[in-house]
């Protein structure tokens, strides 16, 4: 059987960690894409001699030509500037459009039959772009922030609780913006509500909550506070592993339901605009949307942001690129 073909578009920090992870998990083979002279084939070179070490048995190559991107099964864009601190990821929009518009460009010339997803930010935007370029049915092209997002307000829960990151359950929906909506009534551990956890912990259901608006606002602004730490560039270990997890579904044909950015056709209120929610990821892409019922105060909180991902929309109507 022939292995999958895995071609990764920008090859800077989450390009290459993407390479490296889905080498040591074989997950196909890996073509690593960049605009940069020489880059690409340096880092996968690197990369492919660590191949009797590591005992991976896929091929990793480099190119600056999209004609190698040909066949593949999923295609990952990373293309575009990063955040410096200071900036909002909404802030990227004007530059890493132009850069969209060229990648899928690519993808859709090349790669026709491919699912993509894509990272690059303004996420929400950048995946709306990506597909009107391409063309692809909507199911084919997905956006990775919700991931993400959870993992992080994942990761919170079980510190602050003191247990394995395996057993707590938590996920955002919405856009990857400061109005992502971390969803509180669904986090648990092995099922039991984080809620009642932080108020045993803390003897006060006061108490419990200032905790969980603590995290929830860290998991809100958590890509910014890695920005400010690093200086140069964003998060990339995170956002690798969190499309690496989405690919494996795909490739696996595993149909976890991971959160993910989906063109929605009404659920959860939202028409026609991309947004976080649970979908079931296999070999289609996206096979399902999950809807459940939000209560008043979560509703509130996805129309907020269903409507900051729409004046990200409105601006790339008003740039001339959609
Ligand atoms: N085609 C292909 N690659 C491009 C293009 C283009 N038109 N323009 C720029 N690139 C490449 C750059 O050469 C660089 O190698 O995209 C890569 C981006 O890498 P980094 O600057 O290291 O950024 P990274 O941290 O990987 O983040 C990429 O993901 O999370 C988002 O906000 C982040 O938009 C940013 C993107």
Same mark, same amino acid.
């Given at each position: 059987?022939?292995?999958?073909? !895995? ?6 920090? !989450?390009?290459?960690?993407?390479? @490296? ?19 690409? @084939? ?31 099964? /999923? ?23 132009? !850069?969209?518009?060229?990648? +899928? ?26 597909? *009107? ?7 084919? /092209? %997905? ?13 919170? %829960? $079980? ?20 109005? =992502?909506?971390?969803? %509180? ?11 009642? =956890?932080?108020? @045993?912990?803390?003897?006060?259901? +006061? ?6 608006? +603590? ?10 506070? #890695? /920005?400010?730490?690093? *200086? ?12 690496? +997890? ?7 044909? @595993?149909?976890? #339901?991971?959160?993910?950015? $989906? ?13 976080? #929610? ?7 892409? %996206? ?36």
């Amino acid at each position: 059987m022939a292995r999958a073909k !895995i071609s990764l578009i920008g090859g800077g920090q !989450i390009g290459g960690v993407l390479a @490296q992870l889905a080498c040591l998990r074989e997950l196909g083979d890996v073509v690593l894409f960049d605009i940069v002279e020489d880059m690409p @084939q340096g880092k996968t070179l690197d990369l492919a001699e660590a191949s009797p070490i590591d005992g991976f048995d896929v091929s990793c190559t480099g190119t600056n030509s999209y004609t190698d991107i040909a066949d593949s099964d /999923v295609v990952i864009v990373t293309a575009g500037l990063p955040r410096k601190p200071g900036m909002s990821r909404d802030d990227l929009i004007e530059v890493n459009s132009k !850069i969209m518009t060229a990648v +899928a460009e690519g993808i859709r010339d090349n790669a026709p039959n491919a699912i993509v997803i894509v990272i690059s930010n303004p996420l929400d935007a950048m995946v709306t772009l990506c597909r *009107k370029v391409t063309g692809f049915p909507a199911e084919r /092209v %997905i956006g990775q922030a919700g991931v993400l997002d959870s993992a992080r307000f994942a990761a919170f %829960i $079980a510190w602050e609780l003191e247990v394995s990151v395996k057993d707590v359950t938590a996920m955002t929906l919405g856009g990857h913006g400061d109005t =992502m909506v971390p969803l %509180i009534r669904y986090a648990s551990v092995q099922g039991i509500p984080v809620m009642e =956890m932080l108020e @045993q912990k803390y003897g006060s259901a +006061a108490k419990a909550e200032e905790v969980m608006t +603590a995290m929830v606002e860290r998991t809100k602004a958590a890509g910014g506070e #890695v /920005v400010k730490l690093l *200086k140069t560039g964003s998060a990339f270990y995170s956002p690798a592993s969190a499309a690496i +997890a989405m690919t494996e579904s795909i490739l696996k044909d @595993q149909k976890r #339901v991971l959160p993910v950015c $989906a063109l929605l056709n009404g659920e959860f209120g939202v028409d026609g605009f991309y947004v976080g #929610v649970p979908c079931v990821l296999g070999a289609a892409g %996206i096979e399902k949307i999950i809807e459940f019922k939000l209560d008043a105060t979560e509703q509130a909180l996805m129309d907020n942001s269903a409507n900051a991902v729409k004046g990200l929309i409105a601006d790339l109507e008003k740039m001339g690129v959609l």
